[in-house]
């Protein structure tokens, strides 16, 4: 993506702040992910707008680096492999602020109908983002025990793209997959938000008080899945809404 057709993209509201300086020596920027190649942008070589743009601004690079990530595939979804446990063991525990054992990930590698499956910034290799969750043979329901995304990574659809990585995981292992679902904070207004979204619903019947750390309460939020006539999963229905 040229340095033009990004700015052309830019609110005007950026464009037009009084906060930009007019200073326009820096000679490139790098802009992550602009393109496969992951080349840098010289300004020299672009034409601007009439605008004088300093891209070094801190809210510009950051709306350059999200507009620039969504012109390719950010990650790349793949099975939990056994060298990155400790990295997907932190990243979790950072990301969601609770203190995961390696065995917890583990079981992950060697638990029957358990899945860890982790997404890899196509741009700087690292872990974008981990999900985990299990198969309950008895009921044919899945349970995802935990999901999260880096910071710099969201509203890219990752989150959202490891819930159907893992439902096909689960899927493929039964063939009436019935149904997703979850616990999550009854204060975590965002993360409802995001479940909804994604065609979950609260389950008033399964409340769980003082879930978390015996303290914090917890809504426990499921997905019903639609079987087809063989009994496989399609496409899922709001359900509860």
Known sequence: MSLTVIQQQLPQALLESPDLS????????????ADNNNASIDSDKVSTP??????TSPHIESFI????KRQTHPCTIKS???RDVHAAREFTSKALKVTYSTAFFLQFLYAQNCYCLVAYSNI???IAGVITGKLDTKSNDGHIYTLAVDPAYRRLGIA??????????LASRTKVL???????LTSNAAAIDFYIYNKFFIDDSEFKKGFYNGVHDAYVMKKMLVLDSWGFCVEPTRVGL
């Open 22 to 33: 007019s200073n326009t020596s820096s000679k490139s920027n790098h802009c992550k992910g």
């Open 50 to 55: 009439s605008h004088d743009l300093i891209t």
């Open 65 to 68: 680096d999200t507009l620039a």
């Open 80 to 82: 939990l492999a056994s």
């Open 124 to 126: 700087t290799k690292e």
């Open 160 to 169: 959202t793209n490891l819930i159907s990585a893992l439902q096909l995981k």
């Open 178 to 184: 019935t149904s997703l679902w979850l616990e999550v």
